[in-house]
């Protein structure tokens, strides 16, 4: 049985629980349609709780568990336990007013990742935003948002960004396009306050700052900004992330992870080493 760590997210364990309920259910040769109709529901509900995008109920879980075979008190008590903890809300439900369904879900799986690899193009990645920075780009939102929804969402980003200096957090590897750092978002000011605190968040031990400088030229990750989930658990693969105008992509086939991944290591090794980063980044507060 796998053990989630403390800390580890609803979502992670939603994940979690519905991979074993997939393996119990596969390793007993029942279908979804018949795992379906011992709880009254439909083969497509099955298989959105063996993917872990649905709450569970403890009542489903225990019959599912009794037609698997599941019958040493342990082993139930531990699935069932995991049911409990899995429906748990995540701090970030206290800002549904202000993020989208599709997000929330990247939110709890950065809540309990390992590690976080990142490319952006545009904008600065968001764990590694300044509050004014943040205060911009909202700012800049289109419809226009009124200033307490974007407080509010200056908020939900500051509280995201305690995952790096809790202690127990990922590691993040953010690797950040030179045209990020040249946009002017919010006016010099506001970039000279944001260099800085990529100077800063550098220096933390869990933190790893590259930049892909223009002298390069055309590089590996042509195909724009995407994130990289690494999880604790060895029962959970690694997740891809892309997000899109209103919605969000979630990879995690191994063919599509793999190729992400390549791409990653790529941009790593083309990019400047962490030390000339910071250098680049210093020489920019310089001149700003």
């Given at each position: 049985?796998?053990?989630?760590?403390?800390?580890?997210?609803?979502?992670?364990?939603?994940?979690?629980?519905?991979?074993?309920?997939?393996?119990?259910?596969?390793?007993?040769?029942?279908?979804?349609?018949?795992a379906g109709y011992t709880i009254r529901a439909?083969?497509?509900?099955?298989?959105?709780?063996?993917?872990?995008?649905?709450?569970?109920?403890?009542?489903?879980?225990?019959?599912?568990?009794?037609?698997?075979?599941?019958?040493?008190?342990?082993?139930?008590?531990?699935?069932?336990?995991?049911?409990?903890?899995?429906?748990?809300?995540?701090?970030?439900?206290?800002?549904?007013?202000?993020?989208?369904?599709?997000?929330?879900?990247?939110?709890?799986?950065?809540?309990?990742?390992?590690?976080?690899?990142?490319?952006?193009?545009?904008?600065?990645?968001?764990?590694?935003?300044?509050?004014?920075?943040?205060?911009?780009?909202?700012?800049?939102?289109?419809?226009?948002?009124?200033?307490?929804?974007l407080e509010r969402r200056v908020g939900l980003?500051?509280?995201?960004?305690?995952?790096?200096?809790?202690?127990?957090?990922?590691?993040?590897?953010?690797?950040?396009?030179?045209?990020?750092?040249?946009?002017?978002?919010?006016?010099?000011?506001?970039?000279?306050?944001?260099?800085?605190?990529?100077?800063?968040?550098?220096?933390?031990?869990?933190?790893?700052?590259?930049?892909?400088?223009?002298?390069?030229?055309?590089?590996?990750?042509?195909?724009?900004?995407?994130?990289?989930?690494?999880?604790?658990?060895?029962?959970?693969?690694?997740?891809?992330?892309?997000?899109?105008?209103?919605?969000?992509?979630?990879?995690?086939?191994?063919?599509?992870?793999?190729?992400?991944?390549?791409?990653?290591?790529?941009?790593?090794?083309?990019?400047?080493?962490?030390?000339?980063?910071?250098?680049?980044?210093?020489?920019?507060?310089?001149?700003?």
């Open positions: 049985m796998t053990t989630v760590q403390p800390g580890g997210g609803s979502m992670v364990r939603r994940i979690l629980l519905g991979s074993q309920l997939r393996r119990l259910r596969e390793g007993r040769g029942i279908t979804r349609e018949d439909s083969e497509s509900k099955i298989s959105r709780m063996e993917l872990g995008r649905v709450s569970f109920k403890e009542r489903d879980v225990a019959d599912l568990l009794s037609l698997y075979g599941v019958v040493d008190p342990e082993e139930r008590e531990a699935l069932l336990g995991l049911v409990r903890e899995a429906n748990k809300s995540g701090w970030w439900h206290s800002f549904n007013d202000v993020l989208p369904g599709w997000f929330q879900t990247y939110v709890g799986l950065e809540e309990a990742a390992a590690l976080i690899r990142t490319y952006e193009v545009q904008f600065i990645p968001g764990l590694l935003q300044s509050e004014e920075y943040a205060r911009a780009v909202f700012g800049q939102s289109r419809p226009v948002i009124n200033d307490v929804e980003r500051a509280q995201r960004q305690k995952v790096l200096t809790d202690g127990q957090g990922p590691r993040l590897w953010a690797v950040i396009d030179e045209a990020a750092l040249r946009r002017p978002v919010g006016g010099p000011k506001v970039m000279r306050g944001q260099v800085q605190h990529l100077i800063d968040m550098a220096e933390q031990p869990n933190v790893v700052v590259q930049v892909m400088p223009f002298r390069f030229g055309a590089h590996a990750g042509e195909s724009g900004a995407f994130s990289i989930l690494r999880f604790p658990e060895q029962d959970l693969a690694d997740v891809v992330y892309l997000e899109q105008l209103t919605t969000a992509l979630y990879l995690d086939k191994r063919d599509d992870v793999d190729a992400y991944i390549q791409v990653m290591e790529r941009l790593c090794v083309d990019s400047l080493t962490p030390d000339r980063t910071v250098e680049l980044l210093a020489s920019i507060l310089k001149d700003g």
